[in-house]
Nanobody
Framework: QVQLVESGGGLVQTGGSLRLSCVASGLHFSSYALGWYRQAPGKQRELVALITTASSGAEIVYVDSVKGRFTISRDDAKASLYLQMNILKPEDTAAYYC?????????WGQGTQVTVSS
């Protein structure tokens, strides 16, 4: 059974930092493109950052609003995905979800809440 478990969310002031982690089990982790998505209340879920497999060059894509502030990384040996978030803004407030295999994949974590106070 596939499990993705996020951690690292919390309450932080504007300009602060958080590091999200996602640990996976039950799937061949290194074979999957991985992503962080977020969903704020009343808004659609959006892709925050994506990293492809190492065999595909570990290419990275960010949504424009987080470029230069967020960094996605993966450690296939630890079956882990990370999101370093710096210079956080109130508009970054959302539930953050890790995903393996793309938005149509059934492999999602339960989410971790990030709240940025102004």
């Amino acid at each position: 059974q596939v499990q993705l478990v996020e951690s690292g969310g919390g309450l932080v002031q504007t300009g602060g930092s958080l590091r999200l982690s996602c640990v996976a089990s039950g799937l061949h982790f290194s074979s999957y493109a991985l992503g962080w998505y977020r969903q704020a209340p009343g808004k659609q879920r959006e892709l925050v950052a994506l990293i492809t497999t190492a065999s595909s060059g570990a290419e990275i894509v960010y949504v424009d609003s987080v470029k230069g502030r967020f960094t996605i990384s993966r450690d296939d040996a630890k079956a882990s995905l990370y999101l370093q978030m710096n210079i956080l803004k109130p508009e970054d407030t959302a539930a953050y979800y890790c995903n393996a295999g793309g938005e149509s994949s059934p492999y999602w974590g339960q989410g971790t809440q990030v709240t940025v106070s102004s």
